[in-house]
């Protein structure tokens, strides 16, 4: 039984965060190097790791997250690996190295203590789906872990002139230079926008990139974590 599930072990730690399959993140956990993330998400640890919900700096900055559309925070610390998982949704790690990354919020897993970030109502949205959508900004030197509702396509805003328009429900992040608005469109409502019930997209312009997922389910959005 053990050689059946040797090659479901963890490989040797490489990295601050990496995935472990597809729907797992792994975290090396070291004093110094507190984390943010999701309340609810961790699936298991090694060493000795601490948990903190709410913590006054997450309350400080997301005081007008609004239950159901935000994701509650807790602070992880300590010397240890921990691993991370959401329903099992795909993990997307990536490394910041200096540039900046807008989340949606029901979207955002994980990330290090050490970036700024900030909690903000994405505008022009509000008058096409009734209520606008949060998102976490994260900038500087550290790791962000995202959910995605399967395997994601990153789309390159700045190979055209065009706009890249994306439903709502499927959005999970892009670079916050990007200029984002709202438009509504009757003819693709065969199409577009089923997760919202109108046919309503997102559109980015300039440079930067839109990282989407294949699923327009409204209600990962509205499930509130335990």
């Known amino acids: 039984m053990n050689q059946q599930l040797a090659g479901f072990a963890p490989a040797p730690v490489t990295a601050r965060m990496e995935n472990h399959g597809p729907s797992m993140v792994k975290i090396a956990m070291q004093s110094g190097q507190d984390l943010y993330a999701r309340t609810g998400s961790m699936a298991a640890y090694e060493g000795f790791v601490q948990y903190e919900p709410n913590p006054p700096a997450v309350r400080q900055i997301a005081g007008a997250w609004i239950t159901g559309e935000g994701t509650p925070l807790m602070k992880a610390s300590g010397d240890g690996l921990l691993y991370l998982a959401d329903y099992g949704a795909d993990v997307v790690v990536i490394n910041l190295n200096g540039d900046a990354l807008s989340v949606n919020g029901t979207n955002l897993l994980a990330f290090d203590a050490s970036l700024q970030w900030g909690v903000e109502r994405v505008k022009g949205l509000a008058k096409f789906a009734g209520q606008g959508l949060w998102n976490v900004q994260v900038a500087g030197q550290g790791w962000v872990a995202l959910t995605s509702r399967g395997t994601p396509i990153v789309v390159d805003c700045g190979r055209g002139d065009d706009e890249t328009y994306v439903d709502p429900d499927a959005l999970v992040a892009w670079s916050p230079g990007l200029k984002v ?36 389910d409204s209600t990962d959005r509205l499930r509130v974590r335990g």
Request: zero cysteines; proline letters at 3%; hydrophobic letters at 35%.
């Open 181 to 216: 608005k709202g438009k509504r469109s009757f003819k693709a409502t065969s199409m577009i926008g089923r997760g919202s019930g109108e046919a309503y997209q997102m559109a980015f312009s300039g440079q930067g990139i839109v990282v989407v997922q294949p699923s327009e």
